[in-house]
Protein backbone atom coordinates (compact mmCIF):
# COMPACT_ATOMS: atom_id res chain seq x y z
CA UNK A 1 0.00 0.00 0.00
CA UNK A 2 1.36 3.02 -1.23
CA UNK A 3 1.91 5.90 1.56
CA UNK A 4 1.37 9.28 1.41
CA UNK A 5 3.94 11.65 3.68
CA UNK A 6 3.14 15.55 3.99
CA UNK A 7 5.32 18.34 4.75
CA UNK A 8 5.30 22.06 5.23
CA UNK A 9 4.73 24.58 7.27
CA UNK A 10 1.63 24.76 9.24
CA UNK A 11 1.67 28.73 10.29
CA UNK A 12 1.10 31.42 7.58
CA UNK A 13 0.66 34.99 7.89
CA UNK A 14 -2.10 36.73 5.57
CA UNK A 15 -0.92 37.82 2.91
CA UNK A 16 2.11 35.41 2.90
CA UNK A 17 2.63 32.02 0.91
CA UNK A 18 1.78 28.24 1.55
CA UNK A 19 4.84 25.51 0.66
CA UNK A 20 3.67 22.38 1.14
CA UNK A 21 5.17 18.88 -0.06
CA UNK A 22 3.86 15.49 -0.61
CA UNK A 23 6.12 12.19 -1.40
CA UNK A 24 4.08 8.79 -1.96
CA UNK A 25 6.35 5.80 -1.40
CA UNK A 26 5.59 4.14 -4.33
CA UNK A 27 4.11 4.68 -7.63
CA UNK A 28 1.14 7.02 -8.17
CA UNK A 29 -0.84 7.84 -11.35
CA UNK A 30 -2.76 10.87 -10.10
CA UNK A 31 -2.43 13.05 -6.74
CA UNK A 32 -4.04 15.93 -5.52
CA UNK A 33 -3.97 18.46 -2.86
CA UNK A 34 -7.43 19.06 -0.93
CA UNK A 35 -8.38 20.94 2.11
CA UNK A 36 -11.18 20.40 4.99
CA UNK A 37 -12.48 23.02 7.36
CA UNK A 38 -14.29 21.49 10.23
CA UNK A 39 -18.30 21.36 9.62
CA UNK A 40 -17.77 21.51 5.90
CA UNK A 41 -17.22 19.59 2.68
CA UNK A 42 -13.95 18.66 2.06
CA UNK A 43 -12.60 20.70 -0.85
CA UNK A 44 -10.05 20.07 -3.99
CA UNK A 45 -7.19 22.46 -4.66
CA UNK A 46 -5.41 21.23 -7.53
CA UNK A 47 -4.51 17.74 -8.77
CA UNK A 48 -1.95 16.04 -11.55
CA UNK A 49 -1.54 12.64 -13.23
CA UNK A 50 1.13 11.67 -15.64
CA UNK A 51 0.65 13.61 -18.05
CA UNK A 52 1.69 16.83 -15.94
CA UNK A 53 -1.35 18.55 -16.78
CA UNK A 54 -2.72 19.83 -13.81
CA UNK A 55 -6.18 20.74 -12.92
CA UNK A 56 -6.73 23.61 -10.26
CA UNK A 57 -10.33 24.26 -8.31
CA UNK A 58 -12.09 27.59 -9.95
CA UNK A 59 -11.65 29.12 -7.04
CA UNK A 60 -8.37 28.81 -6.48
CA UNK A 61 -6.65 28.92 -9.28
CA UNK A 62 -5.19 32.13 -9.47
CA UNK A 63 -3.41 31.43 -6.13
CA UNK A 64 -2.51 27.99 -6.59
CA UNK A 65 0.02 26.38 -8.43
CA UNK A 66 1.26 22.55 -8.14
CA UNK A 67 4.37 21.11 -9.52
CA UNK A 68 5.81 17.32 -9.47
CA UNK A 69 9.00 15.92 -9.64
CA UNK A 70 10.74 13.56 -12.82
CA UNK A 71 9.78 10.28 -11.33
CA UNK A 72 6.16 11.80 -10.53
CA UNK A 73 5.60 10.56 -6.38
CA UNK A 74 5.97 13.87 -5.33
CA UNK A 75 3.53 16.56 -5.80
CA UNK A 76 4.05 20.09 -4.32
CA UNK A 77 1.61 23.22 -3.70
CA UNK A 78 2.00 26.46 -3.55
CA UNK A 79 -0.41 29.10 -2.45
CA UNK A 80 0.22 32.78 -2.68
CA UNK A 81 -2.03 35.53 -1.05
CA UNK A 82 -3.25 33.66 1.89
CA UNK A 83 -6.01 34.54 3.92
CA UNK A 84 -7.85 33.88 7.42
CA UNK A 85 -10.42 32.26 5.64
CA UNK A 86 -7.56 29.82 4.01
CA UNK A 87 -7.22 27.96 7.18
CA UNK A 88 -7.78 24.50 7.16
CA UNK A 89 -6.68 21.05 7.36
CA UNK A 90 -4.43 20.47 3.93
CA UNK A 91 -4.54 16.57 2.81
CA UNK A 92 -2.13 15.55 -0.19
CA UNK A 93 -4.12 12.22 -1.79
CA UNK A 94 -2.98 9.82 -4.49
CA UNK A 95 -4.51 6.86 -6.52
CA UNK A 96 -2.87 4.26 -8.73
CA UNK A 97 -5.12 4.19 -11.64
CA UNK A 98 -5.55 6.51 -13.98
CA UNK A 99 -8.28 8.69 -14.22
CA UNK A 100 -10.15 10.70 -16.99
CA UNK A 101 -8.89 14.29 -16.88
CA UNK A 102 -12.19 15.92 -15.79
CA UNK A 103 -12.74 13.52 -12.54
CA UNK A 104 -8.89 14.81 -10.92
CA UNK A 105 -10.96 17.18 -8.57
CA UNK A 106 -13.46 14.51 -7.27
CA UNK A 107 -12.18 13.59 -3.83
CA UNK A 108 -13.91 10.64 -3.84
CA UNK A 109 -11.87 8.75 -6.14
CA UNK A 110 -8.90 8.97 -4.54
CA UNK A 111 -7.73 6.10 -2.56
CA UNK A 112 -5.03 6.59 -0.59
CA UNK A 113 -4.98 9.73 1.81
CA UNK A 114 -2.07 11.43 3.64
CA UNK A 115 -2.69 12.34 8.04
CA UNK A 116 -2.75 16.26 7.35
CA UNK A 117 -1.35 18.84 8.01
CA UNK A 118 -3.13 21.82 9.81
CA UNK A 119 -2.67 25.40 8.45
CA UNK A 120 -3.23 28.14 10.26
CA UNK A 121 -3.58 31.87 8.40
CA UNK A 122 -2.86 34.84 11.18
CA UNK A 123 -4.12 38.25 10.20
Known amino acids: QVQLRESGEGSVQAGGSLRLSCVAS?????MGWFRQVPGKEREALAA???????RYADFVKARVTVSTNVAGNMLNLQMNRLEPMDTAMYYC????????????????????WGQGIQVTVSS
Open 48 to 54: VQSDRRP
Open 93 to 112: AARAAPINREDLLRDELYTT
Open 26 to 30: GLTSA
